[in-house]
């Protein structure tokens, strides 16, 4: 376990060296910078720009940027943003709070309805329900969350007036049933292809135990059709479950992206979008890199789960 | 929603007035808490760009500028008319009154003496001397310091007036300063890097409004000064909702959820459906910034007057802004825009004559060759236009163009580029054949374009400005000195009449439109009234309240 730890904690230092090498060499080459936003004000010059570029250390050697950079990332200081001069961890962390509501409860509705739509799916192999649900997979899958998104605000805000149509919270107000109520739209939007995911998975993941010996030997012991599934199946197939969600992060932070922007969620996807829009690259750096930590981790955890849950895993 | 908004802030507003009612009986009725009491309900706008720099003299884009306007005061300000009104100064400096010498050399300026910053602390003369000398500071991130470095010798006479010299006249001073807001000595002095203060999450002014609290990414909330010097403020709060996408913006509008559509606001095409919205007004507001071809100079194709003049001709203003503008911006001839007291109204309107445009280019010698192309000397009639990827309208206007420029044998190349790239030094340095933009060319209500036109302002030469298109013309620039040193209008106006037709003659552009944006507020707001000589519809917050 310990050697494994090690190994995988030396894994993901390389890997976090080369995204963040590769994010500010693309970032940095891309042609425009942070300057252009202020090109179209009135008396502006190139001179002027170039002194701003100076104090701003924009136009020394990349290299010696990315050392710069790097020495006091490695420090815990992420720089500060361009925009407002705010620690850059500390900007992060005022957003991650709405990411990880948002994350979390789509990921609980789309777990419990994934795995309800799948399991369902998977016992009554080819029935009616079980190609509504495939079908219904597909169309989720295909819907741009943008879409759906704007579709669920004209029906459910501007027709019907039932649900807030966009922001975290009421200012003013703020209480759970508020946040609860600006949450609704957002959470089932993002959940939507998640839903479809989780269920395709699950529904052949349980086909896939379905089929093992020790399910037959389990129904040869006779044991009840209830039993064998809870017990004997759905366990089983529950395993690939845990790794599936630690490679789902990155698409669920992506989909949180649009989702956050749909509804005006100030979450880190968000703040990425934005940042990226003004060239802010101590904040975009920031975000790449703590994504990156949240997906290494968040899969280390994934593994470490099934191993603690698997008996046949063993992390070696 | 709404429901429970109006209930909470009747019950905010009755114990307010409770309260105002109270400090009334006991302390005997000052005026300023008359105003105070007035003050009640809040205003949530809606802006498609987060406001994010709080300090007003760091590089920030318009956006931020709709928060300054309520923090901060300028010494003057710029009313819809173009004229200065007094703000933190008691009269607007003039050859006139005295306050600049006939010369213009000399400045002398007298301050209210009842202004406090939202700290409590007086306002002084020596806060006009420090915001001054902090955009000279050469280790201050300034993000303009024109106008300001020609300031010497700041002299305080006492704490509610004081002198200047200036190093030359510069007649846009004025306009320079009704947008340089005063910044607190007392908070800022002490720095130890001008850069690096908490003023920039925490500013303190003596505008209408004070900071109340940002949630980036999110919003802004401004508190009333309740002893704000001037008039109002009439609303309790003011809120800035940040709401990056346009249609989630115009959604958040009809909803209700925003009381005001500010920058960029509603798209040209939802104008017709925006006026059906129940208890919503649709506002046409002017905005000085000028659509034009600009053509770079430094480029063959674009050296021969006759084909600029052609090209002209082959622009077809009217479909553009009737069909893809929707009507709403109004067609113009000049750089400067027509509320302008410099505006020149006799400039020719232009023509729209492919056919004549052909012949021009036939009389010039630019004959088609075997691709159909016209050329000339070795040098093809092809071109690139390039803007900001993305503006759809743009686009199809470009499409348009190079429609009617193919059936005239010149070919014009599509080539749009990211905002970041495209306005970077591919603008700057004029590396562009010919571009499609929206320029604000005056100095607020000053009628200077030294920076746009004159033949020092070209910075791929090594020049100081925005002089993109390359232009140099030695009367234009002869005048464009004189009128940078006049201080009486009457005569200035004369100068800059002929500088608009001498550029008008050359064409290194072509105006095509000058911007009118769509804005829109709940129906029972009053005072929302946009100001074509501020960047922000924001600037009058103060004046702001519900019917």
């Known amino acids: ?128 329900y079980d190609y509504l649900a495939t079908v219904g997979a597909m169309v989720a899958l295909s819907i741009p969350t943008f879409w759906f998104g704007l579709v669920a605000i004209y029906v459910f805000s501007l027709r019907l007036g039932w649900l807030p149509s966009g922001n975290m919270y009421t200012i003013g107000d703020e209480s759970v049933l508020d946040y609860a109520e600006h949450l609704i739209m957002p959470s089932v939007v993002l959940a939507l292809v998640q839903v479809a995911i989780w269920s395709r998975y699950m529904r052949s993941s349980i086909l896939d135990v379905v089929g093992q010996d020790f399910v037959r030997t389990a129904r040869a012991k006779g044991l009840t059709r209830r039993r064998v599934l809870y017990v004997h199946i759905l366990r089983n197939a529950l395993i690939p479950m845990i790794t599936l969600t630690g490679i789902q992060l990155p698409t669920l932070l992506s989909g949180a992206l649009v989702t956050e922007t749909v509804f005006t969620w100030p979450g880190i996807g968000r703040l990425f979008l934005d940042s990226l829009g003004y060239n802010d690259y101590p904040v975009i750096m920031g975000v790449l890199m703590f994504t990156a930590i949240f997906v290494l981790l968040g899969n280390l955890i994934a593994d470490i789960l099934v191993a603690s849950v698997d008996p046949r895993v063993r992390l070696e | 929603m709404t429901m429970r908004n109006t209930t909470l802030m009747n019950r905010r507003t009755l114990l307010r007035t409770g309260a105002a009612g109270m400090t009334l009986l006991m302390s005997g009725a000052a005026a ?66 005295g306050g600049i010498s006939e010369d213009g050399l000399n400045w002398r300026v007298k301050l ?88 920039r999450n925490k500013p303190i002014g003596t505008g209408p409004f004070s900071f109340g609290e940002r949630v980036a990414g999110n919003y802004i909330l401004l508190n009333a000064n309740e002893d704000y010097f001037g008039e109002g403020p009439h609303l309790e709060q003011a809120i800035f909702r940040y709401i990056p996408d346009m249609t989630v913006l115009y959604t958040q509008f009809r909803t209700g959820d925003i009381d005001v559509i500010g920058l960029q606001g509603i798209q040209p095409d939802r104008y017709e459906q925006a006026q059906q919205i129940a208890d919503r007004e649709v506002v046409i507001a002017p ?56 505006y020149n109204e006799n400039l020719p309107e232009a023509e729209f004559d492919p056919e004549k445009a052909a012949q021009v280019l036939d009389a010039a010698g630019w004959l088609p060759g075997d691709d159909g192309v016209r050329q000339k000397d070795g040098v093809r009639l092809a071109f690139k236009n390039s803007t900001t990827a993305g503006n759809n309208v743009r686009e199809q206007a470009q499409q ?30 004029s590396q562009f054949d010919s571009v499609m933009v929206g320029i604000t060319f005056t100095t607020g209500p000053d009628p200077d374009v030294t920076n746009y036109l004159h033949s020092s302002s070209i910075s791929a030469q090594g020049g100081a400005g925005q002089n993109t298109w390359q232009y140099k013309n030695e009367r234009v620039d002869e005048l464009l000195e004189q009128g940078g040193r006049m201080f009486v209008p009457e005569k200035r106006k004369e100068v800059y009449d002929e500088i608009q037709r001498l550029v008008h003659e050359d064409m290194p552009f072509l105006p095509m439109f000058q911007y009118a944006n769509l804005r829109g507020h709940k129906t029972g707001l009053e005072g929302f009234d946009p100001n074509v000589n501020v960047r922000i519809e924001t600037w009058n917050l103060n004046e702001w309240r519900w019917a």
């Open chain 2, 112 to 199: 209210r003496d009842d202004v406090t910053w939202h700290d409590g602390e007086p306002f002084t003369a020596e806060d006009v001397k420090f915001t001054i000398e902090l955009n000279q500071n050469p280790d201050f991130n300034a993000m303009r310091r024109n106008g300001h470095e020609l300031v010497r010798n700041i002299r305080i006479v006492n704490d509610h007036e004081l002198t200047w010299e200036m190093a030359e006249p510069f007649a846009p001073y004025p306009a320079i300063l009704s947008w340089t807001f005063i910044v607190p000595a007392h908070v800022l002095a002490g720095a130890e890097d001008p850069n690096q203060t908490d003023f």
């Open chain 2, 287 to 342: 905005s000085s910034a000028v659509e034009s071809i600009t053509f770079n100079m430094g480029k063959p194709q674009f050296q021969d007057p006759e084909v600029r003049r052609a090209l002209s001709l082959a622009l077809d203003r009217e479909t553009i802004v009737e069909a893809l503008y929707y009507g709403i911006p109004e067609q113009t001839e000049s750089f400067l825009p027509r509320e302008s007291y410099y």
């Open chain 2, 32 to 97: 300023g808490r008359l105003a105070a009491q007035e003050a009640s309900g809040r205003v949530v706008i809606g802006f498609s760009q987060e406001p994010t720099v709080m300090h007003p003299h760091m590089p920030h884009i318009e956006v931020d500028e709709g928060i300054h306007f309520n923090l901060f005061d300028p010494l003057f300000i710029v009313d819809t008319d173009g004229n200065f009104q007094p703000s933190l100064a008691r009269e607007v400096p003039t050859v006139e009154n």
């Open chain 2, 400 to 429: 348009l163009i190079q429609q009617t420029y193919a059936e005239i044998g010149v070919e014009m190349e599509i080539s749009n580029l990211p905002p970041a790239v495209m306005w970077g030094e591919y603008w700057m340095m």
């Open chain 1, 1 to 128: 376990m310990l050697r494994f730890l090690t190994y995988r904690l030396a894994h993901s230092l390389l890997l976090l060296f080369l995204v963040s090498v590769i994010g500010f060499t693309i970032l940095h080459l891309a042609p425009g910078g942070p300057l252009s936003q202020f090109a179209l004000s009135p008396g502006m010059s190139q001179a002027e720009l170039e002194r701003i570029a100076e104090r701003m250390g924009l136009n020394r050697p990349l290299p010696v940027q990315y050392l710069d950079w790097a020495a006091r990332f490695v420090t815990g200081d992420w720089g500060e943003s361009f925009r407002d001069g705010r620690a850059v961890l500390d900007i992060i962390l005022g957003h991650l709070f709405a990411t990880l509501l948002l994350i979390l409860t789509s990921t609980i509705l789309s777990v419990g309805l994934g795995t309800l739509v799948g399991v369902l799916g998977a016992i009554r192999r080819y029935s009616a």
